[in-house]
Each structure stands twice: as structure tokens, then as C-alpha cells.
């Protein structure tokens, strides 16, 4: 009997090990359990929630006894495990179910694509898995977002009471029953004990859920804490925030506004300069417009030297526009009879 190495935990030596034991491996729990596992198995089924058209990734899955419970909900079932003789064993019991498709899989990596099934689960084979933080994130990999992964597995008794006897039990009888029924299976069940006792306790497991990226992880304990039922939802896909969305959309505008830039700030001097200014500064307009095109969004078209064109008018006018003294013609708007203002004050009553 090959007996893995509960350190290691190379899969060839825990397949070897399953295929010796997969002819009396469900009659074994049975016995073992002393019948409940067949209660853990309807709790687990419960806790997935399996119905008509659901994908049901079952990991671990040995002879298919829980793919089965899951398949007679409707749902179809992908029953996974590592070892080829649980497979042939599981594909010869459930021959006539079109619900169940037996696969040979790593759990470490599932050969299926990202979203592939509405749940995953596995029961009772995550410790015997090399790396199970590994085999939790690719569960959550190939579950679609809002879908479940179930996880029952053996776990720390509550009562020290009742872990003290659990553990005497696994170490003393349980090996020597299992031989009693299988020969070969004496070793295989010194190892799962071995593995049941270096497992971590439900508040680890329920951690280690969270970081392969899990929400609303809990868990619950079967039969006093020998066994604990964990589950957690894979996130829902999230929509962008609308904030994101609405700056994406500013970019253009914000673009134009810096393109637009020097005809406001002209239009603004325009507005606050006389009238007699404004027409003046109209004459050379084109070439202004020009220089403004080729020069950056944060300078003011009037802040640049005049083209040679614009230089020429600019000289026929002997002053530019922009200096013009505030005693000259004032702006309709201005009492005529009061006193001249200073440039600042016109500047502001050319806004209003």
C-alpha cells in the first residue's frame, strides 16, 4: 500500500494510494463515520443548492456518490479527481447518467476555462491536496462571478472533550477497522489521520477562502466540529464607477476648452477695451487669429508680437489698441459728464 507523505502530499502517491482503496472507499466512510456521512453529504448538498441547468464543478469527487446527490437536483455535474481508479470506478456506477461527466483534473490546475460553472465543491479532499490555497483560487477561477464555492472538509472539534476521543478514535481505531475491511486500506487511513490532524481550524480555513478573493465567507460545523462546512461567493463583476465614466467623458470637452482658450480671452478684451479700440484691433484680426492657432492654449493672443502684416498695420495706427490712454472716446455705457475713470474701473464696466 502506498502511503503519502503528509508534508509532500505528491499527487502520484495520494492517486496511487486512492486507486488501491476505490472499490470499498465509500462502503469505508460509511462504516468509519458510523453513517454520518451520508448526513454530511445531504448538509453539502443543501449548502451548494443545485437545480435544473446549473454547471456543478465537483472536485475530488472519487466514485461520484456526491455528484450523484448533486445530479438528481437536475443539475449537470463535472465529477474531477486525480485518481484514474476512483474515475473508473465512479464512471462504472453512474454508467446511465447523461448529468455526470467524469474528468481527470490537478486542483492545483483545472482545465477549464475562466467562469466555466455556476458552483464548485469539494469534500473531504482539499487536505489531501498539495497546495490547497492553490486549489481554493482556481475554484474561485473557474466559478462565474456570484456563484459558490462549498468546502467540506474534516476540522477541529469545538470541545476539547470531544476532540480528545475524536483524535484517539482516528489514531487507534480507525486504522484497524479499515483494515478489517480492506487489507490494503490500514495504511491509507494512518495517513488521512495523519492529515486530519496537521488540517487547520475552521477560522484558518475561512481565511484562506478571503484571500483566493471569496465574499460573504462562513462556515458551519457538522457533528460537534468533526466536520466543517465552509462556503463563499465569488465576487460579482463590477460595473465602472460612474465617476470614471464621467471624467473618459470630460476629456474631449476638457481638449476643446484649451483649443477655444485664446478665442475667449480675446473675446474678453475685446468686450473690456472702448469701441473706438475694438475697431481697430478688428483690422487686424485675421492675422491675430493666425498667431493664436499656432501659439499654446495658455498664452493670450494679444500678449504675442504682431506678425509683419499686422506690424505694418500696427504702425499705420502708431499705437496699439491694447494701450490706448482711457481718456479717449468712452464706451457707450459711460456717463459722459462724469470724470474720467481709471483704466481698471472701465475694464470692469466693459464686462458688466
Known amino acids: 500500500m502506498t502511503r503519502p507523505d503528509t508534508t509532500t502530499k505528491h499527487g502520484t502517491d495520494v492517486s496511487a494510494m486512492f486507486d488501491e482503496v476505490s472499490p470499498k472507499y465509500d462502503l469505508l466512510n460509511d462504516v468509519l463515520s458510523a453513517g454520518n456521512s451520508r448526513l454530511w453529504r445531504i448538509a453539502t448538498t443543501r449548502a451548494i443548492g443545485p437545480r435544473k441547468g446549473m454547471r456543478i464543478l465537483d472536485l475530488a469527487a472519487g466514485t461520484g456518490t456526491s455528484s450523484a446527490a448533486l445530479a438528481a437536483h437536475g443539475a449537470h455535474v463535472t465529477a474531477a479527481d486525480f485518481s484514474e481508479g476512483m474515475l473508473a470506478e465512479g464512471r462504472r456506477r453512474n454508467a446511465g447518467n447523461d448529468l455526470i461527466d467524469f474528468v481527470w483534473a490537478d486542483a492545483t490546475q483545472l482545465p477549464f476555462e475562466d467562469d466555466s460553472f455556476d458552483a464548485a465543491t ?7 491536496v498539495s497546495d490547497p490555497k492553490q486549489a481554493l483560487a482556481e475554484m474561485a477561477r473557474v466559478v462565474k462571478p456570484g456563484g459558490r464555492v462549498v468546502i467540506a472538509e474534516f476540522s477541529r472539534p469545538s470541545s476539547e472533550a470531544v476532540n480528545w476521543a475524536y483524535t484517539k478514535y482516528n489514531r487507534h481505531v480507525l486504522p484497524r477497522v479499515a483494515g478489517l475491511i480492506n487489507r490494503d486500506a490500514a495504511e491509507a487511513y494512518k495517513y488521512l489521520n495523519e492529515s486530519i490532524e496537521e488540517w487547520p481550524a475552521q477560522e484558518e480555513l475561512a481565511r484562506w477562502l478571503r484571500e483566493a478573493g471569496l465574499e460573504r465567507v462562513a462556515y458551519r460545523n457538522l457533528t460537534l466540529g468533526i466536520v466543517a462546512l465552509h462556503r463563499g461567493f465569488v465576487p460579482r ?3 465602472a464607477a460612474p465617476a470614471t465614466k464621467d471624467q473618459g467623458a470630460d476629456k474631449p470637452a476638457a481638449k476643446a476648452s484649451a483649443a477655444t482658450k485664446p478665442a475667449t480671452q480675446a473675446a474678453a478684451a475685446k468686450a473690456a477695451a472702448p469701441k473706438s479700440a475694438t475697431k481697430k484691433a478688428d483690422a487686424s484680426k485675421p492675422d491675430a487669429a493666425k498667431s493664436a492657432a499656432k501659439k499654446p492654449a ?3 493672443p494679444a500678449a504675442k508680437k504682431p506678425t509683419t502684416k499686422s506690424t505694418a498695420k ?16 468712452p464706451a457707450a455705457n459711460t456717463d459722459t459728464t462724469a470724470k474720467p475713470t481709471p483704466k481698471s474701473e472701465t475694464n470692469e464696466r466693459g464686462h458688466e
Not at 469539494?122 to 489531501?128: A, D, Q
Not at 500696427?314 to 472716446?329: L, M
Open 122 to 128: 469539494i469534500s473531504y479532499g482539499l487536505r489531501n
Open 298 to 300: 495658455t498664452k493670450k
Open 314 to 329: 500696427a504702425s499705420a495706427d502708431k499705437k496699439p489698441a491694447a494701450k490706448k490712454p482711457a481718456t479717449k472716446k
Open 237 to 239: 463583476a463590477k460595473p
